[in-house]
C-alpha cells in the first residue's frame, strides 16, 4: 500500500470544493494528477473537521441557549428588584413627609406650651408684684441734711 503524502492547504481546499460541486474523488484525482489515496484522506479530512466544527457549533449552541435563559432570567429579576426599589423610595417619601410634617407640629406645639408657661408665669409675677405693692408702703420720712454739721 502506497504512503500518501501531505498535500498543502490550498490543493487540499480545492479538493474538497470540487467534491463539493459533485465531482467524484477519481475524476478529481485524474484532473489534478493526484493518487486516489491522497484525494480520498483529503476528502476525509475535510469532511473529519466538519463534523467536529458542527458538534462545535452544537455544544456552543447549547451553552449559549442556557447563557440566554441566565441572561432573561437576570434581566427578569433585575426587573423585579427596580419596581420592589421604587416602591421602597415611595415609601420612604411618604415616611419622611410625614415625619417631616409631625416634627413642624411638635415645633408647634413646644411654642404654644412656651407660650403659657411664659403667660401663666407673668401673670404670677404680676399678681405677685401687685400684692406686694399693697402690703408695703413705702417708709417716706423726710431728713433734713442741713443741720448736719
Known sequence: MAKTRELCKDIRDKIVDVHKAGMGYRKIAKKLEKSYADVLDSIHKKLTNLDACLAL???????????????????????SLTDENQTLRDSMKTLTDGLTQLSGENEKMKETILIYRLGACGTTLSSLASQNGQRRTPNRRSVNFSNIS
Open 57 to 79: 457549533v452544537e455544544v456552543l449552541h447549547r451553552e449559549f441557549q442556557a447563557l440566554r435563559e441566565s441572561l432573561e432570567f437576570s434581566q427578569e429579576q433585575l426587573a
